[in-house]
């Protein structure tokens, strides 16, 4: 049973275009992330969610949406994809928040290709 | 912007037991000093977490001093299969992780 997974594991779009990427944990956590690694492989946060409620936007453009159903989905929906926006995309949750023990278990990531 | 400083690459040879140092100047006094391990096209994946003196469990070993300043990872007895980077980060309690460059070892036969 994947902890954190993500779909989907490869996207390949056009410039323009509008794309989502979902991500579920089964761990039962609280807490849901999403993170973006760039082709210098830094891991960068872009959002968080507790219990449903945003706690954490790091000053991501717009067209970034996250959505949470529930506690155990976090998506990610983008607009009017860039080139720029070519990255990995990491899914994470954590059981709690709030905490400086704090373990985040990730997901497979999301390669994203805006041609 | 990360906040620990750790060297950029490593090489070892398996068998051997390897130590990746990291410094952590600008800990905070709540933060624990948390270890993630990445392979290509994976995730990070949780390693080990402490928050003074040493911490082991079955698959490392993480030293910190009393000043909290720095802190060593322990991996004994590598394998290939460890060739991987490896982060240190800073865990506050606003749950931000801050990854750094990473390091990246790279173990040979």
């Known amino acids: 049973d994947t902890a954190v997974s993500q779909t989907p594991k490869y996207l390949v779009t056009q410039m323009g275009n509008d794309k989502s990427i979902k991500c579920e944990q089964n761990?039962?956590?609280?807490?849901m992330y999403w993170y973006k690694q760039d082709s210098k492989k830094f891991l960068k946060i872009m959002f968080s969610?507790?219990?449903?409620?945003?706690?954490i936007n790091e000053t991501v453009p717009n067209r970034f949406s996250p959505k949470s159903p529930d506690k155990a989905h976090l998506n990610l929906h983008i607009n009017s994809l860039e080139l720029g926006d070519s990255a990995v995309y990491f899914c994470?949750?954590?059981?709690?928040?709030?905490?400086?023990?704090?373990?985040?278990?990730f997901g497979a990531g999301t390669r994203l290709s805006v041609l | 912007l990360a906040k620990t400083t750790q060297p950029i690459s490593m090489d070892s040879y398996e068998g051997q037991e390897v130590n990746i140092t990291c410094s952590h100047n600008?800990?905070?006094?709540?933060?624990?000093i948390t270890w993630y391990q990445q392979f290509p096209s994976q995730g990070p994946r949780f390693i080990i977490q402490?928050?003074?003196t040493k911490v082991t469990n079955e698959v490392a070993s993480l030293f910190i001093p009393a000043d909290r300043k720095s802190s060593t990872l322990s991996l004994p007895r590598v394998s290939l299969s460890d060739t991987a980077v490896y982060y240190c980060?800073?865990?506050?309690?606003?749950?931000?992780?801050?990854f750094g460059q990473g390091t990246t070892l790279q173990v040979k036969p």
């Open positions: 600008n800990i905070a006094t709540n933060d624990y």
């Open positions: 969610y507790n219990n449903k409620e945003l706690i």
């Open positions: 980060l800073d865990s506050g309690n606003t749950g931000k992780l801050i």
């Open positions: 994470a949750s954590s059981q709690v928040y709030g905490t400086s023990a704090n373990i985040q278990y």
């Open positions: 761990l039962g956590h609280d807490t």
């Open positions: 402490g928050y003074k």
